[in-house]
């Protein structure tokens, strides 16, 4: 969907709207990549860990993510909110209600996406790329996969079925993704906080609870994946708050006998999943086997032991 939508019908909405997205979608870049590098440099200057390197492979990472996706937007997904906009069941209008009826329908939208990049192992190949890194910082926000556009703009193109103009589900995306990098600020910037900041959990994704979901540790594994609202996680059984005792630690899990990814190496983050992707099928003995390698949650094995993650069951530690 990202990172515009230039032929929706002219029409009255799309003429108010207009000005708006010529504003905010650039303006979400802009304060992005402004955020990441005044973070970087606070970060060098009291003398905290930052990797050079590991924030280049994130930004570039990000370019790779953001321009492939503006290349899918113009030959697919633009034609697809057209086509939603224009067979919608209702037009819910702009009032301050709508907006908060838009804002909640991307979120959960982002909500399931983010479910399926962790639960389906094609997915996982193009969305595990985001937790390759070890570092939390504002960077880890942009890691993305040169191949996002194959899997979560999809998720999005059904919202205007409801009434939700493309262009503001536009404007609220590029709100949800600002909240979103926020959540990756360092945690030498923004700890666990206090009683107030646990009372805005109820409602609202926090750094703390974010950086629950990039931890690897069992406990923390396939958790909190909304972007703006915790709600959702709530209501399908999928939050868990961080626990002081426990801090998260940052990067993917690695097997026995496996060793870690280099991080930093741009080739390596977005090419390894599917390295080990295409052993596994090469080494399935049929093709049920093959299409559970594919569909089925990571972790799973023809020959053992099951390391999937599920609702009630978590691998070892």
Not at 146 to 152: G, I, R
């Amino acid at each position: 969907m990202r990172p515009g939508y230039d032929r929706c019908a002219v029409d009255a909405y799309a003429v108010s709207l207009e000005p708006v997205v010529a504003v905010a979608v650039p303006a979400t870049y802009v304060v992005a990549v402004s955020l990441i590098f005044l973070e970087f440099f606070l970060l060098r200057i009291l003398g905290r860990p930052a990797s050079f390197r590991g924030g280049a492979t994130s930004l570039l990472s990000g370019g790779l993510a953001f321009g492939l996706t503006a290349v899918a937007n113009v030959l697919a997904y633009a034609g697809a909110l057209e086509w939603a906009w224009a067979h919608r069941v209702w037009t819910i209008g702009l009032s301050p209600l709508a907006w908060l009826a838009a804002l909640l329908a991307y979120d959960f939208s982002f909500w399931l996406a983010h479910l399926v990049g962790h639960r389906v192992r094609l997915f996982w190949c193009v969305h595990s790329v985001h937790h390759t890194t070890t570092e939390m910082r504002l960077s880890t926000a942009v890691r993305g996969s040169a191949l996002d556009f194959v899997h979560v703009p999809w998720f999005f193109v059904w919202v205007p079925l409801l009434g939700v103009h493309p262009m503001m589900l536009l404007t609220v995306e590029a709100a949800g993704r600002i909240w979103g990098v926020l959540t990756h600020v360092s945690p030498h910037f923004v700890g666990r906080g206090g009683r107030w900041v646990r009372a805005l959990e109820r409602w609202f994704v926090t750094p703390s609870l974010h950086r629950v979901h990039h931890g690897r540790q069992a406990r923390y594994l396939d958790r909190n994946y909304g972007e703006v609202f915790s709600v959702w996680d709530r209501l399908f059984g999928t939050f868990t708050p961080e626990d002081p005792r426990e801090p998260p630690e940052y990067g993917l899990r690695v097997a026995p006998g496996q060793r870690p990814i280099d991080d930093e190496s741009l080739a390596e983050v977005q090419l390894s999943p599917w390295r080990a992707l295409a052993r596994d099928l090469r080494r399935a003995p049929g093709w049920t086997a093959r299409l559970r390698y594919l569909f089925d949650a990571p972790g799973w094995s023809h020959e053992g032991p099951d390391a999937r993650v599920r609702p009630g069951r978590r691998p070892s530690a």
